[in-house]
């Protein structure tokens, strides 16, 4: 069974940080490029960031970009995906998704992932 389990989404003050992370089970993820999208309330999901199988590559949002950090762990059969967000503004609230490609090919377009988690929530305010 395919699992992709967020958390460490929360309420955070402007400026604070906030780490999630993606518990991804039931494939053999090591072998799938993995992102992080976001959505906000009335708008589209939007890429935030993403990596590659390895891990050597990572490419981010202009949005997001010297804020944020993604990075991956596939030494164990869960692989696990971190995003790292630092100095973060209102703007950043949102419902943050981890998602996969079996391509293995990052893109910025929710199309082009097979698999899903149930997303985290993120607020940031006063």
């Known amino acids: 069974q395919v699992q992709l389990v967020e958390s460490g989404g929360g309420l955070v003050q402007p400026g604070g940080s906030l780490r999630l992370s993606c518990a991804a089970s039931g494939r053999t993820f090591s072998n799938y490029a993995m992102a992080w999208f976001r959505q906000a309330p009335g708008k589209e999901r939007e890429f935030a960031a993403g990596i590659n199988r390895s891990g050597g590559y990572t490419t981010y949002a202009d949005s997001v970009k010297g804020r944020f950090t993604i990075s991956r762990d596939n030494t164990k059969n869960t692989v696990l995906v971190y995003l790292q967000m630092n100095s973060l503004k209102s703007e950043d609230t949102a419902v943050y998704y981890c998602?996969?490609?079996?391509?293995?090919?990052?893109?910025?377009?929710?199309?082009?992932?097979?698999?899903w988690g149930q997303g985290t929530q993120v607020t940031v305010s006063s």
């Open positions: 998602a996969a490609t079996s391509v293995g090919v990052l893109t910025v377009r929710s199309s082009g992932y097979d698999h």
